[in-house]
Every structure is written in C-alpha cells, then in structure tokens.
C-alpha cells in the first residue's frame, strides 16, 4: 500500500515540540504509516508502512506489555 492510502494522520502524543522531533502516524487496512512531522512542505515525503501487527509488537515493546 502507498504511502497516498493512509488516512487519519496524527502527531504522536509524546513528541517533543521544542526540539522538533514529532512523528505523524497513518492508518489504511492493516498497516501504520510512520512519517517525519518536519517534511510537511515535502510533497512527497518518506513513509515507514509497517504491517500493523508489527506495530502493535513495537509499542508493546516500548511500554514493556509482553
């Protein structure tokens, strides 16, 4: 899926706004799109697409659910 299908794009909740060090995270059918908050003048900017299971066992890794 390209990075144009993702949809409901959203700044996470533990950026830094003075360091300017945010992500946006995107959703489509079964995947997370991960992109650079800074590039937002960037037409067509970098996209990580992760499958969304995979993204599921990365924040539980990061808040420590096993």
Same mark, same amino acid.
């Given at each position: 899926m +390209?990075?144009h299908? #993702?949809t409901?794009?959203?700044k996470?909740?533990?950026?830094h706004f &003075? &360091?300017?060090?945010?992500? &946006?995270?995107?959703t +489509?059918p +079964?995947?997370? +799109?991960?992109?650079d908050?800074?590039?937002?003048?960037?037409?067509?900017r970098?996209v #990580?697409?992760?499958?969304?299971g995979?993204?599921?066992?990365?924040l539980?890794q990061l808040?420590?659910?096993?």
């Amino acid at each position: 899926m +390209g990075p144009h299908k #993702l949809t409901g794009w959203r700044k996470s909740s533990h950026s830094h706004f &003075e &360091e300017n060090a945010c992500i &946006e995270i995107g959703t +489509g059918p +079964g995947v997370v +799109g991960v992109r650079d908050t800074k590039q937002a003048a960037v037409a067509a900017r970098p996209v #990580l697409v992760y499958s969304a299971g995979a993204f599921a066992a990365f924040l539980a890794q990061l808040t420590g659910e096993r």
